[in-house]
């Protein structure tokens, strides 16, 4: 038998069941795992949120083209004339229709540096519209004569977007072009 004196001293110096808990170094492990896990997650979001914006971006810059285009050649498929004078590769003005009524068009192409604008009016030059404004060359128009009348006009926007140039081109032959 234990004598009370042994039981006393036992009780004291011998840890309580129920006095359980982490010790400070397993504490700073937990702590240091959840970091670096932390650290990776958020890593993982930041690239694809820039990848997300990344592909936006050239969506909109792409669609903005692929309008730009589709308005010229309309407009210029149903031109009677190109002002040979004032049109260069960076300005095209011409006659045509808006809705079966004679307008004169003017697409030009604006700015002293990259990005450049592409700008639309169908005043015959006031009030331009920008259109594009993620043009990576001012050069878009170039013209293809039939003696001394042009018939067909090329259309090439090279399209900038944060990652990369993207290249639009078509030719379009006036139907309606007067060839006197």
């Known amino acids: 038998m234990t004598s009370p004196a042994t039981r006393a001293r036992r009780a004291t110096t011998s840890p ?29 979001a930041m690239r694809t949120f820039t990848t997300s914006a990344t592909i936006t971006n050239r969506r909109d810059v792409l669609a903005d083209g692929r309008t730009a ?18 049109s260069t590769s960076s300005y095209v003005s011409f006659s045509s229709y808006i809705d079966g009524t004679p307008a004169t068009i003017v697409w030009q192409v604006t700015g002293t540096s990259a990005p450049y604008t592409l ?29 001394t009348v042009v018939d067909q006009v090329s259309i090439d926007l090279n399209l900038e977007t944060t990652t990369s140039t993207i290249d639009l081109t078509t030719d379009v032959e006036l139907r309606n072009v007067d060839e006197s």
């Open 16 to 44: 309580a069941k129920s006095d359980g808990g982490f010790t400070l170094v397993e504490l700073l492990v937990t702590m240091m795992v959840m970091g670096i896990v932390a650290t990776s997650v958020m890593a993982v």
């Open 69 to 86: 285009l589709d308005r010229m050649s309309k407009q210029l498929r149903q031109a009677s004339s190109i002002d040979g004078s004032t």
């Open 119 to 147: 700008e639309e009016s169908t005043l015959g030059g006031s009030n331009s519209i920008p259109i594009v404004t993620s043009l990576a060359d001012p050069d878009v128009f170039t013209y293809l004569s039939q003696g």
